[in-house]
Structures are given as structure tokens and as C-alpha cells.
């Protein structure tokens, strides 16, 4: 069976588009639905509550967070969810000083890997220079307040360093 011929196009101009030869959309309604699943699903209604959750594997003893249903080290189903403690360590962390699409900017982002019982979340550190950011430094979550949260990891604000 042959290919259908190719739909008939050709280059847009600047000039062109410019000049309103195409017209553009600005506003598109796309709706759909998505599904976070079992653990994660969960995991966004714990942080909506302001608990982060993971789920327990007994047989190897860690806990996983972001959570899953089952233990990539024992291959097998993890037992039962466990409330993590809002405070972490940074394992890894960059000092931004530009956007995602290289937009200069005047105070730095801080993502870092903030490692929560066993598994680390991407998030970001604030109320923090970025001169005194550390590999090992203890970092405690800086929660919305509860009223604002929708059940997304932007429910933490970001992570502050823990005071001594």
C-alpha cells in the first residue's frame, strides 16, 4: 500500500506572517484528563494536606519517596504508606543566573535535589544566600499557606535551611 502524497505546504514568510497572511490563535482550549495514578495521586493529596507521604517497603526497609507501589530494589509491591518529615538534605544543587530560555536574571533560582528518607524530590532553595548553599545542608519545607495549596509540589513554596 503506497503512502498517502504529502499534505501540500510551503515556507511562511516573516513578512507574511507579519502581515496577518496566517492566522493565529492566541488562546487554545484544550481540555483533557490525566491521571496521576495510585502513589502519586496520593502523594499530591498528602502535600494539599501539608504532609509529604511515601510508601514502606518492609523488606528492604526504605521508605519512597516520590512514592511507589513497588520496590525497584526487591521487586516487589511496597507495604504501606509512612509520613515523611518536612525536613531534608541537599544532595545536589545549581545556581541559576538565567532562565530556561536564557533570560538573565537579576536573583539566582537554587534547584537542588533535597533528599527526603529514601528518595529525593527537584525543588527549590530559598531564604538562603547562594554562597552558603552546601551539599549536606538540612533544609525544612516552606509550605503554602493551606488555603492556597492544590494538591501540587508548588505546595512547597521552596526549602529554607534548618536554623542551628
Known amino acids: 500500500m503506497a503512502a498517502p502524497p504529502p499534505f501540500p505546504t510551503r515556507g511562511l514568510r516573516d513578512a507574511e506572517f507579519r502581515e496577518g497572511v496566517v492566522t493565529v490563535a492566541h488562546s ?3 481540555e483533557y484528563d490525566w491521571d496521576a495514578g495510585q502513589a502519586i495521586g496520593r502523594y499530591l493529596d498528602g502535600l494539599a494536606e501539608g504532609r509529604i507521604l511515601g510508601r514502606e517497603c ?4 526504605r521508605v519512597l519517596v516520590p512514592p511507589r507501589m513497588f520496590c525497584e530494589r526487591c521487586f516487589r509491591p511496597t507495604d504501606r504508606w509512612a509520613d515523611v518529615p518536612a525536613t531534608g538534605v541537599v544532595t545536589t544543587f545549581s545556581i541559576c543566573w ?8 537579576e536573583v539566582p533560582e537554587l534547584p537542588a ?6 528518595g529525593g524530590i527537584l525543588h527549590r532553595l530559598g531564604e538562603v544566600d547562594p554562597a552558603d548553599v552546601r551539599i549536606g545542608m538540612r533544609v525544612e519545607a516552606v509550605w503554602k499557606p493551606s488555603a492556597e ?3 501540587s509540589i508548588l505546595d512547597i513554596r521552596h526549602w529554607r ?3 542551628s
Open 98 to 105: 538565567v532562565t530556561w530560555d536564557m533570560r538573565p536574571l
Open 113 to 118: 535535589v533535597i533528599e527526603l528518607a529514601d
Open 58 to 61: 518492609r523488606q528492604c526497609g
Open 149 to 151: 495549596r492544590e494538591g
Open 28 to 30: 487554545l482550549r484544550a
Open 161 to 163: 535551611p534548618v536554623p
